[in-house]
């Protein structure tokens, strides 16, 4: 089955004890993902990474770290994680291709909360 | 900026009639694409339009584009219960790139 995965679902830890949110993909897409969603400002993208090895800085990168180094794994790092990063977290991936902007297939979330 | 806008924010109709949700953005786009969210899960792909294409159909939605407006619409025929959920409109230019807008919310009260 075509899916993505994330883990932790549910996270709760305290500011700064660093926490790694894996995503994983079985699609061979090039392009992966990562958003936060939050009441009233929907959804944000943090970074996203068009291939292995290139990684791009979204809308809100600050306080977060990515890698790529396996095309079917994108991991979101929070080296020291705050209250405000207390969100939930989406992983995405997708194709791509010349025409830009194809569908895109969304991990579960995962809901993290820094005390 | 590209973010998609929807309008209205929240909806509420009875289960049978149809809603129509909008989506305005700002810049050129190769396409725009809509999804759906059921509460607190992951977003799950409804239709893409492409900036050349004017009406698309697929099953009982139908997506509009106005790039001279740069708007589009999603009209949700004959609802039911189950599409009760948020919905967003996502314009993307060549980068591959989703702008979400901040959602739309339809409840379809049985």
């Known amino acids: 089955e075509a899916q993505v995965t994330q883990n932790p679902r549910y996270l709760i830890t305290v500011t700064g004890k660093k926490l790694t949110v894996t995503c994983s993909q079985n699609m061979n897409h090039e392009y992966m993902s990562w958003y936060r969603q939050d009441p009233g400002l929907g959804l944000r993208q943090i970074y996203y990474s068009m291939n292995v090895e290139v990684t791009d800085k979204g809308d809100v990168p600050e306080g977060y770290k990515v890698s790529r180094k396996e095309k079917r794994n994108f991991p979101l790092i929070l080296e020291s994680p705050s209250p405000n990063q207390t969100s939930l977290y989406f992983c995405a991936s997708s194709r791509t291709g010349s025409s830009g902007g194809h569908e895109q297939f969304f991990g579960p979330g995962t809901r993290l909360t820094v005390l | 900026s590209q973010q998609g806008e929807e309008d209205p924010q929240a909806l509420s109709i009875q289960e049978g009639e149809n809603a129509t949700m909008n989506c305005s953005y700002k810049?050129?786009?190769?396409?725009l694409q809509w999804y759906r969210q059921n509460s607190g899960r992951g977003l799950v792909h409804l239709i893409l339009?492409?900036?050349?294409?004017r009406e698309k159909h697929s099953g009982r939605l139908r997506v509009t584009l106005d790039t001279s407006k740069k708007s589009s619409s999603l009209l949700i025929t004959a609802s039911r219960a189950a599409d009760t959920a948020s919905y967003f409109c996502?314009?993307?230019?060549?980068?591959?790139?989703?702008?979400f807008g901040k959602g739309n919310q339809v409840v379809v009260i049985p």
């Open positions: 339009i492409r900036s050349n294409e």
């Open positions: 996502a314009p993307t230019g060549g980068n591959n790139r989703l702008a």
């Open positions: 810049t050129s786009i190769n396409n």
